[in-house]
């Protein structure tokens, strides 16, 4: 049986938009630099009254007005990102509160650019078990509160943003790559690359926020090989060739990351959603983003057989597949 049905998805973006020029006159950078390194041309930026909690709201109320479902109806909302609004409560929290459908389940997870691929799994196998019946996935960044504005290897990578979905249950009726539903999901996790991709602050060590530190060169290493095995892993799984896959809609880190990634499965590059050179990085939000900007644009259909991957710090990455 396929998994949980995806009924809607929504976005939700900052006002400023701010552009390379725009850095360049802050950090010693320029566009040339960025757009060769990276494909990156633009990002959002969230003003002092935008927080991740407003901007997943945001999102969530999309997601819901294009599934066509009341928020009364949700009993679950997990939520993914690596920048909360407090330490706690969960940000999840915030959004069932603004929706008015408090009295489920809400929480967060972490798992930086991976996390809304967790966050889906785990909504995924909740429903499953009849815990609730519909569900709120949501990816919401303000990454650009946690950036050394003075580091030009990472301040110029990162934007903020939201993303969300409504999933529902798996009605019992749908199996194999043809029904509609999550076919199928594989995650991973290597905490010995900690040092490659991390924030130098928390609660429990320097009781501060930190920043983000980053080996741009080890990260690309591994994650051109960790997302081409995992979309092996899941490709296997489903029992499909790369060829019957639709559309793969793939964490926006980088665009080099992305064309080396594609080029070594072997996917055609105009199957592949690209969006970084409008929002760049927006960790748990880059991927549904993607998606909602690929659905309602008109490119990504009903009935399209969808991969979505990432991998984040941690390390960790996953890849999914979903029949739309």
Request: aromatic share 4%.
């Amino acid at each position: 049986m396929n998994g949980s049905r995806l009924l809607g998805t929504g976005s939700a973006l900052p006002r400023q938009v701010v552009t390379n020029a725009d850095l360049a006159e802050r950090v010693d950078t320029s566009d040339e630099w960025i757009v060769e390194r990276t494909g990156i041309r633009q990002r959002y930026i969230a003003g002092e009254d935008e927080t991740t909690a407003t901007l997943a709201t945001a999102a969530a109320r999309a997601a819901l007005a294009d599934a066509g479902v009341d928020a009364a109806s949700i009993g679950l909302i997990v939520l993914a990102t690596a920048t909360p609004d407090n330490t706690f409560p969960a940000t999840a929290t915030k959004v069932q509160a603004a929706l008015g459908c408090t009295g489920g389940i809400a929480f967060d997870v972490a798992a930086v650019c991976s996390g809304f691929l967790y966050a889906l799994a785990t909504a995924d196998s909740l429903l499953r078990t009849g815990m609730a019946k519909r569900a709120l996935v949501i990816g919401a960044e303000t990454f650009s509160r946690i950036l050394d504005w003075e580091d030009r290897t990472t301040c110029v990578l990162f934007g903020d943003g939201a993303g969300a979905v409504v999933l529902e249950a798996p009605s019992g009726d749908a199996a194999g790559k043809d029904a509609p539903g999550i076919i199928a999901t594989r995650l991973h996790a290597d905490g010995s690359c900690h040092d490659m991709l991390y924030v130098d602050g928390g609660p429990s060590t320097t009781q501060t926020t930190g920043h983000v530190r980053m080996k741009g060169r080890e990260v690309f290493r591994h994650a051109v090989v960790n997302l081409s095995d995992v979309l092996k892993e899941v490709i296997e799984e489903a029992g499909i060739s790369v060829d019957e896959i639709d559309w793969v809609v793939p964490h926006q880190a980088n665009a080099r990351i992305l064309d080396a990634t594609a080029k070594k499965l072997g996917i055609a590059p105009e199957k592949v959603i690209v969006t970084v050179h409008t929002h760049a990085n927006t960790s748990a939000a880059s991927v549904p983003l993607a998606l909602d900007v690929a659905r309602k644009d008109g490119r990504i259909k009903p009935g399209d057989l969808v991969m979505l991957e990432a991998m984040g710090g941690g390390f960790t990455w996953g890849a999914s597949l979903i029949r739309l």
